[in-house]
């Protein structure tokens, strides 16, 4: 049955467990605490149980650093080599939305929605640095796409009060795999549809007896 039970905060904390966790993608089903989270930031004794949409933010990507990883020689740690490109950021922003479009709204799920009001419950993700395993183009065979630093504020949709803030150091599939762009836009495509089931799953978890 659906409730409206009050929610401490360790349940806020829980709710951004869709994605801040350093999980190996390919492992949806993942265990999680809140003891994984990074929190910065919880407003005391918030009751998600009063929302029943979500305005989804768009990724968050104009101050992304792309760097290089740690095993790179000095010669090859130039910016230009490793930056996204305009058409990159193009593509992660429409992915991004729509694999968490789908999965919180999809089969019965809850509305996705492009305005402020009662019920609705404000989810903005930004990328603060991204570090991919191989440049674009390089032969190699890598293990996942690389690994991300990402941040995430949750916001009341009627008074835009900040609810919780969190970051956490994210993998980015965990396969062995050749370095090719259908490869690499495979595992971050999963990784936005984690987020978007976990954020379906915590949804409903909070409405039920």
Do not use: C, H
Request: hydrophobic share 40%; no cysteine; net charge negative.
């Amino acid at each position: 049955m659906r409730n409206s039970l009050k929610l401490p905060v360790l349940m806020l904390a829980t709710a951004l467990n869709m994605f801040t966790a350093s999980y190996a993608v390919a492992d949806s089903k993942a265990k999680f605490s809140p003891r994984d989270l990074d929190a910065y930031y919880e407003k005391s004794g918030v009751d998600l149980t009063q929302y029943n949409s979500i305005l989804l933010g768009e990724l968050g990507l104009d101050n992304v650093r792309v760097l290089p990883p740690p095993w790179i020689a000095d010669a090859d740690k130039s910016p230009e080599r490793w930056q996204l490109t305009e058409a990159d950021m193009q593509w992660l922003r429409k992915s991004y939305r729509e694999a968490m479009e789908a999965e919180i709204s999809g089969n019965g799920g809850y509305p996705i929605v492009d305005q402020l009001g009662e019920g609705v419950l404000i989810l903005d993700i930004n990328m603060i640095y991204l570090m991919p395993y191989a440049r674009k183009g390089e032969e190699v065979e890598t293990r996942g796409f690389g690994t991300m630093l990402v941040q995430a504020q949750l916001r009341d949709g009627v008074t835009a009060e900040l609810l919780g803030v969190y970051e956490v150091k994210q993998e980015v599939g965990s396969e062995y795999q050749q370095n090719t762009r259908l490869n690499n836009e495979n595992s971050l495509r999963e990784l936005f549809k984690a987020w978007g089931a976990r954020m379906r799953g915590i949804m409903d978890s909070k409405r039920l007896d």
